[in-house]
């Protein structure tokens, strides 16, 4: 599938047609993501878009809200190795979409790598290896966990947060553990399969966060069942398969592209221009809303 395939061209059908947004439903279920070109959007319409698309949407504690459904893309200028959105955490999001207002001339090109054609093309002791849960650790600071649990609980002040809710998040959703570190921060484990089902195509998708940045947090480090580690040679070896799966979308201003989370991996090749001429902002949500 090329670029072309997953743009879809709102241009004749400015009005939000209901036949639009069966499309846009239609085309982010069968190829896993869509861009959105000709459209001329601005940060507002982009976030009522996502509004109106997902029962719910959340946010990434590290990151500065422009409005109150869209936040900053602010990730440096290296480039970002292939992930999905908050795939370090318990609940990453379903759907995430992209809105460059302002798009570098030179370079920031943002990844999309298709990890059901990635699984497809997984060896079978590769598949097997993978078959079962990896730990996922990392250190995280008293605020950002506070900022999380806020999020999470619906509580409106994160500095209120408590260690008694941090154990009542932790207790609501298997698989995760905590200890206490330095500077009230905890040690995080967080059991996640790194092969995913629970896409919209409900397909088998290598679909994680083994390539990918710890821009805003600490660098994590993934086991296997078995307790070993993962190695530079595999996390290389992967590396190189998933780019043969990998498009890139050479922004526009006023495109925006939609991305299943739970089956299309996403990164940035490098910017190569100041970054006050690259505005990008994110948007991310639970659950497609039928009713858009």
Not at 162 to 174: E, G, K, R, V
Not at 181 to 187: A, I, L, P, Q, T
Not at 239 to 263: F, M, S
Not at 269 to 274: D, G
């Amino acid at each position: 599938m090329n670029i072309e395939q997953s743009i879809f061209d709102l241009e004749q059908s400015r009005s939000y047609s209901a036949s639009s947004h069966a499309e846009i439903k239609n085309t982010l279920r069968e190829q896993g993501w869509i861009l959105l070109r000709h459209e001329h959007y601005d940060v507002h319409r982009f976030s009522d878009l996502m509004t109106a698309l997902c029962q719910k949407l959340t946010y990434d504690p590290a990151r500065e809200n422009i409005t109150q459904q869209s936040q900053k893309v602010d990730a440096g200028t290296q480039a970002v190795g292939l992930h999905i959105e908050n795939g370090t955490t318990p609940l990453p999001p379903d759907i995430i979409a992209f809105f460059s207002e302002v798009s570098a001339t030179e370079g920031s090109q943002t990844t999309v790598c298709d990890g059901h054609a990635v699984w497809k093309n997984l060896s079978e002791q590769l598949k097997q290896k993978f078959a079962a849960p990896m730990t996922i650790s990392r250190y995280l600071p008293k605020q950002i966990w506070q900022k999380y649990v806020a999020t999470a609980l619906n509580i409106a002040q994160a500095d209120t947060v408590t260690w008694a809710d941090l154990n009542q998040f932790i207790q609501m959703i298997p698989g995760q553990a905590i200890t206490p570190s330095h500077d009230e921060g905890v040690e995080y484990h967080l059991q996640m399969h790194m092969i995913r089902y629970d896409n919209l195509k409900g397909v088998p998708a290598f679909a994680n966060t083994i390539l990918g940045p710890s821009y805003n947090y600490q660098k994590p480090k993934f086991s296997f069942a078995d307790g070993s580690m993962i190695s530079e040679e595999l996390i290389a070896e992967l590396a190189v398969l998933c780019e043969q799966h990998t498009q890139e979308i050479d922004w526009k201003n006023g495109d925006v592209a939609i991305i299943d989370n739970k089956r299309f991996m996403h990164g940035r090749r490098e910017i190569l221009v100041p970054l006050e001429q690259r505005k990008l902002y994110i948007s991310m949500g639970l659950g497609l809303n039928e009713t858009f």
